[in-house]
């Protein structure tokens, strides 16, 4: 049988590797470029409207409202896409004739921000909080071995 100092290697070891795959994941998964180079003018304004809540569908997205008038902001999006707006410039046009409120997603200031960096600091604590319980346990375990082997002797 394996002894716990061996286990308890194995299982540190584990743990770094699930740890690290997991930052590894996060940082690619975060890393992920917006560049829209190469990307059609239609494929674009596509993904801005999937990023708008519609003013005209309550609870729906910009992309799948069916109303005229959705219709008409979509077709003024992809005019300011094609006449060189880029995607933020876009979204900031929105932003300003429809509100905050108009985004499907959290704005990156403010409370938006908050809502961005709450899980990245709710993961770093985690990370935190399992490493010093990881060594508390290290420890507890190698000192009952150790104290186990003196008192058999």
């Known amino acids: ?8 290697a194995m299982f540190r070891r584990s743990l770094l590797f699930g740890f690290l795959t997991l930052t590894f994941a996060c940082v690619i998964g975060s890393g992920y470029a ?4 190469g990307v059609s ?7 801005v409207e999937a990023r708008v809540w519609s003013p005209y569908c309550p609870g729906r997205l910009l992309i ?6 959705a219709r008409e902001l979509r077709a003024d999006i ?7 707006d880029s995607q933020d410039e876009v979204l900031a046009w929105i932003r300003s004739n429809y509100g905050d409120e108009a985004l499907a997603e959290p704005g990156d ?16 604590a985690g990370a935190i909080l399992l490493a010093v319980l990881v060594r508390r346990w290290s420890r507890a375990t190698t000192s009952t071995t150790q104290g186990g082997e003196h008192a058999g002797s």
């Open 34 to 37: 917006t560049a829209q180079e």
């Open 64 to 69: 799948d409202c069916t109303t005229h008038q």
């Open 78 to 84: 992809r005019e300011r896409i094609e006449g060189g």
């Open 41 to 47: 003018p239609s494929k674009q304004a596509q993904e």
């Open 1 to 8: 049988m394996l002894s716990a100092h061996i286990l308890n």
């Open 109 to 124: 200031s403010g409370i938006g921000l908050l809502v961005w960096m709450g899980p990245l600091a709710f993961f770093v």
